[in-house]
């Protein structure tokens, strides 16, 4: 995101030439660090709040935008080739999937009927199109919420990238070194927790279930230092509303 970028190096400039900047996903951090091993990882999974509120981004229904979503605009695939493009059971499965919409089917049907008349260009076409589908009566989140983080995700796979990020991150570690995930989405936290857990326990599995006869005992690769994720405090809470989904988790590489 070179908007990222540009703010990143203004906000750390007091660093100078202790700061390297990088336009690379999370994938790419062990190309980035050949050679180079690191005491500490940290992987803030989070939309920032100026991603959000830039209509031209697309990413909110807040205001009027293109349906883009990208975080990196090289990329091709955009929101809006999503949402006129796909068939409904694969618009439907990707809001339950990763948007958590228990009416993603409804959705799905009252999309592809919108768009046989009209293309969906726009952030809030979108947004009506589901609030017509799923009045509010009264529910405090608007409709479209769970699908604009259904269609962010799918855009960028972004649980992919958490996938890939993590093994990343993990690689560069030094013995004693510390990986930090901040996530803000219970695929993504669910991730993260798996990775913990298959790397501190005492063994390996043979094969996609850990069934006891398919173990293979080794010593322990990594030390979990939240068992459980790390939530905010009301104080914080208070000071920014939009960390209330942010849950940490911290493991060391033994």
């Not at 695939?77 to 694969?90: C, F, K, M, S």
């Not at 901040?182 to 993504?188: C, L």
């Not at 939240?226 to 493991?251: M, T, Y």
């Amino acid at each position: 995101d070179d908007w990222a970028l540009e703010a990143a190096a203004k906000r750390l400039a007091r660093f100078g030439n202790r700061l390297e900047l990088h336009r690379e996903a999370f994938a790419g951090l062990a190309k980035l660090l050949v050679k180079r091993p690191c005491d500490g990882v940290l992987l803030d999974l989070g939309v920032s709040s100026p991603q959000l509120e830039e209509a031209e981004r697309g990413f909110s229904f807040q205001s009027d935008g293109p349906l883009d979503m990208r975080m990196d605009r090289r990329q091709p695939v955009t929101a809006e080739q999503l949402v006129n493009e796909l068939e409904p059971e694969e618009l439907a499965e990707i809001f339950w999937q990763l948007g958590g919409e228990r009416k993603s089917r409804r959705i799905a049907r009252a999309i592809v009927e919108q768009r046989s008349m009209q293309r969906l260009e726009s952030t809030l076409q979108l947004a009506e199109v589901v609030e017509r589908a799923c009045p509010r009566r009264g529910a405090r989140a608007h409709p479209a919420t769970g699908v604009f983080q259904a269609l962010r995700m799918a855009v960028n796979d972004e649980l992919g990238q958490v996938e890939r990020g993590l093994e990343a991150g993990w690689s560069v570690l030094k013995p004693g070194g510390r990986m930090a995930v901040i996530t803000f989405h219970s695929g993504e936290d669910r991730a993260v927790k798996q990775f913990s857990r298959d790397l501190a326990r005492p063994y390996t599995v043979r094969g996609d279930m850990d069934l006891p006869e398919l173990r293979e005992q080794r010593e322990p690769l990594a030390r979990e230092l939240s068992r459980k994720a790390i939530k905010p405090s009301e104080a914080e809470l208070d000071r920014n509303p939009r960390s209330r989904s942010a849950q940490l988790r911290v493991l060391e590489k033994i």
